[in-house]
């Protein structure tokens, strides 16, 4: 089994910036792609941002230029840096990693989400 485990989500102020980091542990062999998920009141879970094992990174067009991710494969993390937030990334966070487990069996994981509220 692997966990994921988020932290970093609060209140901000329009403008402000947060940081979000997602931990995984486990019997993890190999984590492949990890990547940032959010979804608002009312809307579907969309893509933020994700990035690969070797650190190809893609982003939401509505991120770009805002958000930046980033991993630490020898620690298993990946983190979300956000800055000149909006209240539209008002947003549960999700985090997401897949890969392969020391029992060689595909897994793809969430974390529980941590809330990001932006205040005008």
């Known amino acids: 089994q692997v966990q994921l485990v988020e932290s970093g989500g609060g209140l901000v102020q329009a403008g402000g910036s947060l940081r979000l980091s997602c931990a995984a542990s486990?019997?993890?062999?190999?984590?492949?792609?990890m990547g940032w998920y959010r979804q608002a009141p009312g809307k579907q879970r969309e893509l933020v941002a994700g990035?690969?094992?070797?650190?190809?990174?893609n982003y939401a067009d509505s991120v770009k230029g805002r958000f930046t991710i980033f991993r630490d494969n020898a620690k298993n993390t990946v983190s979300l840096q956000m800055i000149s937030l909006k209240p539209e990334d008002t947003a549960v966070y999700y985090c997401?990693?897949?890969?392969?487990?020391?029992?060689?069996?595909?897994?793809?994981?969430w974390g529980q989400g941590t809330q990001v509220t932006v205040s005008s």
């Open positions: 486990g019997s993890i062999f190999r984590i492949n792609a």
């Open positions: 990035i690969t094992s070797g650190g190809s990174t």
């Open positions: 997401n990693a897949d890969g392969m487990t020391f029992t060689y069996r595909p897994f793809a994981s």
